[in-house]
């Protein structure tokens, strides 16, 4: 084998791990736990951990950890030790099934959205068993789901655990109407495409914007951005390349396929592309990742960028979350085949999907919204805040054939004309991509283009799952007692697309014509966050969450509170941010702007001159000056109002209409300033030095 390979997943207790070091029974017991959701026994899990601490232990870890998934959007972990003191004072390595199974982190120190009281302490881990345990930093992390002592769920992990159990049942279902007796389960498939930007950690540690709030929240635009388009799969720089090789290294080391990497649109902006893993391995790689990125960079003198928008005026940086969903006979049932309008179980489950973006169309926007995700949705490089299908236009006429029972002809494929001999010769694709959409199908996929780069993709899939779950129930329902089941099945696809192709629009997104358009449709358009956040409890999102068994309505209002917290919270954070850069930063610095003018004109002035531009100079910086000084009391007043609000939805209407303009003003002004004050006197660095010093 090669280096490569030999490598690959050396610190996971992956099943090739567990093959080698379990008994056979014990491996052959743990896998139906694994594969038919059977109940852990004690007796397993003893010898799992015996097992697990063995080779954790060779791989020179001293610690294990509960690895789990609050709702702060990152994870969180415990450290203990394996040694165990004894009574003669000697230690012994220790680690029982009791400690794999269950661990009790202090649940009232999370997001908890009333859940938990501070004197409510108690929470539990439990192990999940079909997401393999790891060494990460000599500690064996093991992933676990968190809930609370009264049994409400606390984490990211549970809910996307119970979404793709609710999508296995209802679309075995499904087949199984169909004639497929030999699918017994059906699982979802992501792959999360992962867009970054480096800079220079000693340029960063100079912004006080970007230390605290992951973004520059003051900045003029550089000379040279974006424009030319030469970073875009342009050639990676060697300290980038130098970057990229370790971080593949480690998490490679971690059983994760990266893939792909590239520079990305913008400067500085790079990707990273792993391939199709089960979801939810998918989500605890995709968070592992982000960790690892981080601490990679900090080896080479860099910072790894997660926000949606770090640089105003250049693209931000997203999360295409690559969704598809497969049997356990191989199927993928979002693969049409050669003959699409023939292929029954293909478009029953296409307009399953249709059916369900529709339906949820809010809680799909929801899934993404966030205070810095806001920042870049409906800007030129993000899809807009409507949410709407992609299907191309031979899926569309497929499905309008079926809809009007006109005869599809088929589309031809056309073979790619190059003029040259040497090339190859291949068939043209029969659609084309559409970057704008942000549910789009790609072929045997769809790529949900909304999330933002430093999100969870638990959410949007646990959505993807519950939704499409929940139609593929009542489509079952009404295959079920028919004789002539395709035929029905095609009714189904004709009823669904006729009530539901509202949603597909294969245009261009980014057009007025299309908000237009879509306002005519009864589409959504939650511009923010604020606007998207409070429809999480509507009584249609809470009966669909308690009927397919993901949420409880307190657990589901608890979210909704926490969500609208943390909006409050980034906005608050980046205001008081904002306020401290201008009274110590960027007041002073306009204040000795206009000084060393004011000295220059004086000294001209005694030799009999009065320089035109120097005067005016002055005039501007002082303008620019009292205009800051009052930008920033306005939004210190502001802010001092938003600390008064007790109410998370009322106080996130006022970050939305009050404090966001406000910060936006102070920003208008200090980026003009920074425009015309010399480089030697602005605080700190440049939109230049930022992103073109890598």
């Not at 589409?523 to 009966?543: C, G, H, R, W």
Request: glycine content about 6%.
């Amino acid at each position: 084998m090669g280096k490569l390979t030999e490598n690959f997943g050396t610190l996971v207790f992956n099943d090739s791990a567990m093959h080698d070091r379990l008994p056979k029974d014990i491996y052959k017991s743990l896998k139906q736990t694994i594969s038919e959701g059977k109940d852990l026994d004690i007796t397993l899990a003893n010898a799992v951990a015996n097992a697990m601490k063995v080779w954790a232990i060779e791989k020179g870890a001293t610690h294990y950890t509960h690895w789990f998934q609050p709702l702060t959007g990152i994870t969180a972990e415990k450290h203990d030790s394996f040694l165990s003191p004894q009574k003669d004072g000697s230690i012994i390595e220790e680690f029982s099934g009791k400690r794999l199974i269950k661990g009790e982190p202090d649940a009232s120190s999370f997001p908890s959205g009333g859940l938990r009281a501070t004197f409510e302490a108690r929470g539990y881990t439990a192990w999940d068993p079909t997401s393999y345990a790891f060494i990460k930093d000599k500690t064996l992390c093991i992933p676990t789901a968190f809930c609370s002592y009264g049994g409400e769920m606390l984490d990211k992990k549970t809910p996307l655990l119970r979404s793709l159990e609710a999508l296995s049942a209802q679309a075995t279902r499904v087949l199984r109407l169909l004639g497929q007796e030999d699918v017994t389960r059906v699982t979802a498939s992501v792959g999360a495409e992962q867009e970054y930007f480096l800079v220079d950690r000693d340029t960063w540690a100079k912004r006080e914007d970007l230390r605290l709030c992951g973004r520059t929240l003051f900045g003029a635009p550089a000379p040279k951005g974006q424009e030319l388009e030469d970073h875009y799969f342009g050639v990676i720089k060697p300290r980038v390349k130098a970057y990229m090789e370790e971080l593949n290294d480690e998490l490679w080391k971690l059983g994760i396929y990266a893939n792909t990497e590239h520079n990305e649109v913008a400067p500085s902006q790079h990707e990273l592309a792993p391939v199709f893993t089960l979801t939810n391995n998918a989500a605890d790689q995709n968070q592992l990742t982000m960790e690892i990125m981080k601490k990679v960079a900090e080896r080479h003198g860099l910072v790894c960028l997660l926000h949606e928008k770090p640089f105003k005026g250049v693209n931000g940086s997203g999360k295409h979350n690559n969704w598809s969903i497969e049997t356990n006979t191989g199927v993928n049932l979002f693969k049409p085949g050669d003959d699409p309008y023939n292929n029954t179980v293909f478009l029953l489950f296409l307009a399953a999907v249709i059916t369900a973006v529709d339906d949820y169309q809010d809680l799909l926007r929801i899934t993404v919204a966030s205070a810095s995700n806001d920042h870049r949705l409906g800007g030129d490089e993000a899809p807009p805040a409507i949410v709407s299908v992609y299907l191309g236009d031979e899926l569309t006429g497929i499905l309008e054939c079926v809809e009007t029972g006109k005869k599809y002809t088929g589309a031809k494929k056309a073979h790619m004309q190059t003029g040259v001999h040497v090339l190859p010769d291949f068939k043209k694709d029969t659609t084309d991509r559409n970057r704008t959409s942000p549910f789009a199908f790609t072929g045997n996929k769809f790529e949900f283009r909304m999330p933002g780069s430093a999100q969870s993709i638990s959410d949007a899939n646990m959505v993807l799952n519950t939704a499409l779950a929940e139609v593929l129930s009542g489509f079952a329902d009404r295959l079920e007692g028919k004789k002539e089941v395709v035929a029905a099945a095609r009714r189904i696809v004709r009823d669904a697309y006729r009530d539901h192709k509202r949603i597909i629009f294969n245009g261009n997104n980014y057009s007025p014509e299309w908000v237009a358009e879509a306002e005519k449709r009864g589409l959504y358009n939650l511009k923010t966050s604020a606007d998207a956040i409070p429809l999480l409890v509507q009584e249609k999102n809470m009966a669909l969450f308690s009927k397919i068994g993901i949420f409880s309505e307190a657990e589901l209002r608890s979210r909704c509170e926490i969500m609208q917290e943390n909006y409050n919270k980034v906005i608050s954070i980046e205001a008081l941010t904002m306020i401290d850069m201008a009274n110590k930063l960027l007041i002073p610095a306009l204040n000795r702007h206009a000084s060393a003018i004011c000295a220059q004109l004086s000294s001209i002035a005694s030799c009999g001159y009065s320089p035109v531009a120097l005067k005016k100079a002055a005039a501007k910086a002082v303008e620019l000056g009292d205009s800051l000084y009052r930008a920033t009391e306005a939004l210190s007043e502001k802010h001092s109002a938003l600390k008064k609000m007790s109410d998370p939805e009322q106080a996130s209407f006022f970050c939305r209409d009050e404090l966001l303009p406000a910060m936006e003003c102070l920003r208008g002004i200090a980026d003009e300033a920074e425009k015309v004050t010399p480089r030697e006197l602005w605080p700190f660095p440049t939109y230049s030095e930022l992103l073109f010093n890598v």
